[in-house]
């Protein structure tokens, strides 16, 4: 048998299943469907010299308690598009299109935080995840993020509301930003950020 909502992890008895839940459930995702046409993956659009491609990412829903695996649209692009003023001129980078998944951002930002290590002080990882989410989340009427809740067991620092959305990064990140698959494992680093942001803003207020 295998668990019913991944239907990536298998058991041998109802049993082993319910005994396995605790560690499981850290790394349990269910798949969604896929927002757009687009279906090659990053290394098939560099070969084939195509601009988009999709990565799979990790969607954070307000309106319900389980997290997604979704289909991310990423645009390779060069820097100098946007002028000789920003970072990484002249470099490759990749734009996701997080509008699906955020809304609209012609009247929002999208924040973002690199997360380097398991909670605010623990193990670095060895890769980047990057975390994004609306800026306005707290005056435009969001409402509270349950899968949040559920997967931090209401330990939650800080009152995320709206989607949020996470995937991997090509490091180095502070100048270039190019977009990898999100991972199941990522979810237990997401619930030590979420557990531990509190005290990263404690320090950051000293």
């Known amino acids: 048998m295998k668990c019913a909502r991944c239907g990536t992890t298998y058991y041998c008895?109802?049993?082993?299943q319910k005994s396995d839940w605790k560690r499981h459930k850290t790394?349990?995702?269910a798949p969604a469907g896929p927002l757009s046409t687009v279906v090659k993956t990053r290394a098939?659009?560099?070969r084939d010299g195509d601009t988009k491609f999709v990565i799979d990412a990790i969607l954070?829903?307000?309106d319900s308690d389980t997290p997604r695996l979704v289909k991310l649209v990423c645009e390779t692009y060069t820097d100098s598009e946007y002028?000789?003023?920003?970072?990484?001129?002249?470099?490759t980078q990749h734009r996701a299109d997080l509008d699906p998944y955020l809304?609209?951002?012609?009247n929002t930002f999208y924040k973002s935080m690199d997360i380097t290590t398991l909670g605010y002080t623990g193990r670095s990882l060895g890769y980047t995840l990057s975390l994004r989410w609306r800026d306005t989340f707290l005056v435009d009427g969001s409402k509270v993020n349950q899968s949040i809740v559920k997967l931090t067991n209401g330990k939650a620092y800080h009152p995320w509301a709206g989607n949020l959305i996470a995937y991997r990064v090509d490091e180095p990140t502070s100048m270039v930003?190019?977009?990898?698959?999100a991972k199941p494992e990522d979810l237990a680093?997401?619930?030590a950020y979420f557990v531990d942001y509190g005290k990263r803003a404690k320090e950051l207020d000293r």
């Open 27 to 29: 790394a349990c995702l």
């Open 44 to 46: 098939e659009a560099e």
């Open 189 to 191: 680093v997401l619930a």
């Open 83 to 91: 002028g000789e003023d920003n970072l990484g001129f002249g470099s």
């Open 60 to 62: 954070l829903p307000w």
């Open 103 to 106: 809304g609209p951002h012609h």
């Open 13 to 16: 008895s109802l049993a082993h």
């Open 177 to 181: 930003a190019r977009c990898k698959d």
